[in-house]
């Protein structure tokens, strides 16, 4: 089980977020974070903890191992607000965060 | 550019049957697992069902074991979801996905079918 928090961020632009997620077993450095806008599908963010996927800003980075894992987003963009997922592709079946959404304060 | 159209979704009263397709381009279709995954409100973003490239390996999450059957075609670019003794909890938006090196890495998503399962 992947448990994500805060459920609900109130966040302004230029703020530095940080965003958790939980495992309920290790899964090694097997983890991905995803970005959904809304009416738009999920956007493959950071892999393997903290692999940037291409053409993501620098502004995202992610840590972690094991059981605990961040996402950060430094100086957060108004393009930023979104839900973010966690996943861990440790072990069958895949499983995802409940996410944390990004509103504007 | 990398090209996931699902199609084949629609309304479907508790135990029937859909099948869903996905038309692939843009990359080599058969060098890659694929993966069908599935958004809603109720319960969030779940992986359903993946499938190696060449098809000899299967797997699928326990809430559709036994009713959904994943499969491909790599010469025609394109992956199935065969869905039997529809729920209504299977009521979902249905990505197609595919998987970044065979990693479980969700790498590109189509823009979803919707399956609404209701009588």
């Known amino acids: 089980v992947m448990t994500q928090s805060p459920a609900t961020l109130s966040v302004s632009p230029g703020e530095r977020v940080t965003l958790s997620c939980r495992a309920s077993?290790?899964?090694?450095?097997?983890l991905a974070w995803y970005q959904q806008k809304s009416g738009q599908a999920p956007r493959l963010l950071i892999y393997g903890t903290s692999t940037r996927d291409t053409g993501v800003p620098a502004r995202f980075s992610g840590s972690g191992y094991g059981t605990e894992f961040t996402l950060t987003i430094s100086g957060l963009q108004s393009a930023d607000l979104a839900i973010y997922y966690c996943?861990?592709?440790?072990?069958?079946?895949?499983?995802f965060g409940q996410g944390s959404k990004l509103e504007i304060k | 550019e990398v090209r996931l159209v699902e199609s084949g979704g629609g309304v479907v009263q508790p135990g029937g049957s859909l099948r869903l397709s996905c038309a692939v381009s843009?990359?080599?279709?058969?060098?890659?697992?694929m993966h069908w995954v599935r958004q809603s409100p109720g319960k969030g973003l779940e992986c359903v069902s993946l499938?190696?490239?060449?098809?000899?390996?299967?797997s699928y999450a326990d809430s559709v074991k036994g009713r959904f059957i994943i499969s491909r075609d790599n010469k025609k670019n394109l992956l199935y979801l065969q869905m039997n003794s529809l729920r209504p909890e299977d009521t979902a938006l249905y990505y197609c996905?595919?998987?970044?090196?065979?990693?479980?890495?969700?790498?590109?998503w189509g823009q979803g079918v919707l399956v609404t399962v209701s009588s």
């Open positions: 996905v595919k998987d970044m090196y065979n990693t479980g890495r969700l790498e590109n």
């Open positions: 077993q290790s899964v090694g450095s097997s």
């Open positions: 996943q861990q592709s440790d072990n069958w079946p895949y499983t």
């Open positions: 499938i190696v490239w060449d098809g000899s390996t299967t």
């Open positions: 843009g990359f080599k279709f058969e060098d890659n697992s």
